[in-house]
C-alpha cells in the first residue's frame, strides 16, 4: 500500500506487513499523519492492490455474514478510506511481497 501526498509526486508512505484487514485499516490511517504533520499536505489518494482493496471490502463487523464495516455492495460512488479516494492497482504489491 502506498499513500501519495499531492506537493510530492515522488514521495510515498509504505507500509510494513500487517496481521489482517484490521490491521491494515490502523496502518493506512496511521501513514496519513506523517505527511499532515511533516510535510502539511493532505493524502490524495490510499493505492491499494486488488487482493488488498477486497479483503478491506469484505471485512465484517463481529464476523457476522453481509455485516460490512464499510458500505459493501451496494456503496454508491468511488471508494474511500478515511475520506480519502482509494485507487486499486495490480501494479502495487501485496502486503506479502507479491503481485497476485
Same mark, same amino acid.
Given at each position: 500500500m502506498k499513500l501519495h501526498r499531492p506537493h510530492d509526486r515522488c514521495r510515498t508512505q509504505r507500509l510494513g506487513a500487517p496481521v489482517g484487514p484490521a490491521s491494515n485499516l490502523d496502518n493506512i490511517r496511521k501513514a496519513m499523519t506523517?505527511?499532515?504533520? !511533516?510535510?502539511?499536505? =493532505?493524502?490524495?489518494?490510499? #493505492?491499494?492492490?486488488?487482493?488488498?482493496?477486497?479483503?478491506?471490502?469484505?471485512? !465484517?463487523?463481529?464476523? =457476522?455474514?453481509?455485516?460490512? #464495516?464499510g458500505p459493501g455492495p451496494y456503496g454508491v460512488g468511488a471508494p474511500r478510506l478515511w475520506g480519502v479516494p482509494v485507487v486499486e492497482t495490480d501494479v502495487a504489491h501485496c502486503r506479502d511481497g507479491s503481485r497476485r
Open positions: 506523517p505527511g499532515r504533520v !511533516n510535510a502539511r499536505s =493532505e493524502p490524495t489518494a490510499v #493505492v491499494l492492490n486488488p487482493t488488498d482493496a477486497q479483503n478491506l471490502d469484505l471485512l !465484517n463487523e463481529n464476523n =457476522e455474514a453481509n455485516n460490512f #464495516v
